[in-house]
């Protein structure tokens, strides 16, 4: 079958990054075994529930159940800058991963990545150590504040609130100290004193308001919209071009867990999808959530498989705010629309 690929561009004006990291290698594609009667697919997530329709797939085993004669296997991750590391070097083909680290992972590897699908918007919330008197973003004055990663969606978010409030992180020679702490790390963080405020992604939120009464700051909705797109699916441009058979199989999966997703915000989770998320999220960091965060937590994301590319572009913009991009730079083919088109075209299983 001739398979022509297709690429959609950002039309806003964007940016190339400045940030030190080293440049993407040529990725031994993961369906490596492309000799071999059963290919591997190697994913990458974080045990976020930004990040639930991997949680989901992997829990209830739907990637290997869904994708006969295909071994999917997965490795996980605090934030984005460090999974975007792992797929340049080729240990992983498919990634779900915030936009920022996206967008600058297409340029930092000259287009060696691309966005595939969306996955969820939303899902990050601002909240501060109860007794700090923080009510504000500009209240974060000579406060330190932690992001799970420098360069991830969430300091990149951050420091666009900052500088939308006359502030600035320490390191732009502000008085915001900007920190970056494992996400799971902020509850001790919290409640010895060391962290004043946060932006993290769910559940990590909902789990500091819960545990030791931190306060909220700016909950999703308010920022932006909630319309961030926290976490879209990207792979390497050299599987997509290998495989794009593999790669549109594998959205349909996604696209099969994110109707499941879908279905919990409208019928109480009648499908258990809870229960199957709290048992990835147990193996994964050793503690489930309780049901109470866990259920909170989904009301603070959107799931879709669409992409947003206006969002995109502003986050582009936001990631040169952030110092992470630099003016000058084309962003086309960072989407490719291909695999979404295909999913229901019957001649690819």
């Keep these: 079958m001739n398979i022509r690929r297709l690429s959609v561009a950002l039309t806003a004006p964007l940016l190339i990054l400045t940030i030190v990291g080293g440049t993407a290698t040529a990725p031994r594609s993961a369906a490596h075994a492309v000799q071999d009667a059963k290919p591997t697919i190697h994913v990458g997530y974080f045990p976020n529930i930004t990040h639930a329709q991997a949680l989901l797939g992997f829990s209830e085993h739907a ?21 975007m590391n792992a797929l340049f070097a080729g240990a992983i083909d498919i990634g779900y991963i915030g936009a920022g680290p996206a967008i600058n992972g297409f340029v930092r590897s000259h287009g060696a990545v691309v966005i595939v699908a969306g996955a969820a918007s939303g899902g990050s919330v601002l909240v501060a ?5 923080i009510k504000s973003v500009k209240d974060l004055a000579g406060k330190t504040v932690s992001v799970p990663q420098m360069g991830n969606t969430q300091d990149i978010l951050l420091r666009q609130l900052l500088n939308e409030n006359g502030l600035k992180p320490a390191d732009h020679g502000g008085s915001v100290k900007v920190v970056a702490v494992q996400n799971a790390d902020t509850l001790a963080l919290f409640q010895k ?40 699916v990207v792979a390497s441009a050299a599987f997509a071009k290998a495989h794009p058979d593999l790669l549109v199989r594998f959205l349909r999966v996604h696209r099969q867990l994110t109707n499941q997703l879908q279905a919990t915000h409208y019928h109480k989770d009648s499908l258990g999808i809870e229960a199957l998320l709290n048992a990835q999220i147990k193996t994964l960091t050793g503690k489930p959530l309780t049901s109470q965060i866990l259920e909170k937590s989904l009301t603070k994301v959107t799931f879709s498989t669409s992409l947003d590319q206006a969002a995109l572009s502003q986050f582009a913009g936001f990631s040169a705010t952030a110092g992470y991009l630099k003016r000058g730079v084309n962003l086309a083919g960072l989407v490719d629309t291909w695999p979404l088109a295909h999913l229901n075209d019957q001649s690819i299983h």
């Excluded at 150590?129 to 008197?133: D, E, I, P, S, V």
């Excluded at 004193?193 to 545990?211: F, K, M, Q, W």
Aim: without cysteine; hydrophobic residues 40%.
């Design 193 to 232: 004193g060391d962290l004043d405020a946060a932006l993290v992604p769910e559940p990590y939120g909902t789990r500091l308001i819960a545990s030791v009464g931190a306060g909220i700051v700016l909950d999703w909705k308010q920022i932006y919209g909630g319309n961030v797109p926290v976490t879209v």
């Design 129 to 133: 150590r109860a007794g700090t008197n």
């Design 63 to 83: 990637f290997t159940r869904y994708l006969p004669n295909v071994n999917v296997t997965a490795t996980t991750f605090n934030a984005g800058p460090d999974e």
